[in-house]
């Protein structure tokens, strides 16, 4: 059997959004679990649409990280999150939207992340220039608190104030 696995540096940001950019677009509905979150690393089973993944991921330096993917079984990934992640997972719709020549993910958060909405934009480089669509506000790349790793431990609804 051929592995499924992708090792690539992400580097990534992460904007708060204004308005609605995704009416008019077809989102996909992701459940994610946290397996393990230590030391800035994190194993994460995904479920988005039909689709399962197991991901790790390495500590973030900058707006970079190692990541390392794996494809498995939409039911193994959702029995992972289901018996292994202790509660630790988000459920949100994600939509893709293509801007100048770039994809942006964007990502609208349910249950205990209600009310959260976030967009995000994949680089070749920390310094890669990009146009940013009048709908995203404030950059949070460097705001560990709005990562899908931390909203499973401490879920937007129960924020009092915004985290740094």
Same mark, same amino acid.
């Given at each position: 059997m051929?592995? #499924?696995?992708?090792?690539s540096i992400?580097?990534e940001?992460?904007?708060l959004?204004k308005?609605e ?8 509905a ?7 979150l230590w030391?800035?690393?994190s194993v994460?089973a995904r479920v988005?649409g039909?689709?399962?993944f197991?991901?790790i ?6 707006i970079?990280?190692?990541?390392f993917?794996?494809?498995i079984p ?5 029995e ?6 202790e509660g630790?997972?988000?459920e ?6 293509e801007f100048e020549?770039?994809?942006w993910?964007v990502?609208?958060f349910?249950g205990r992340n ?10 070749e ?11 995203v ?5 460097d #705001?560990s608190s709005?990562?899908?790793s931390?909203?499973?431990r401490y ?6 104030t915004t985290p740094?």
């Open positions: 051929e592995k #499924q696995k992708t090792r992400e580097i940001r992460k904007y959004v308005g950019p995704w009416q008019g677009h077809t989102g996909v992701y459940k994610q679990g946290y397996v393990s030391g800035g690393v994460r988005a039909e689709t399962g197991l991901t991921k390495g500590k973030t330096t900058g970079s990280r190692v990541e993917e794996y494809k939409a039911d193994e990934a959702a992972i999150i289901n018996t292994m992640c630790r997972f988000v949100k719709t994600r939509y893709k939207i020549g770039m994809v993910e990502d609208i349910h209600e009310g959260l909405v976030t967009a995000e934009i994949e680089l480089s920390e310094d890669q220039e990009y146009a940013v669509p009048d709908w506000g404030d950059d949070v790349s #705001q709005y990562s899908s931390s909203l499973s879920p937007y609804t129960e924020w009092e740094s």
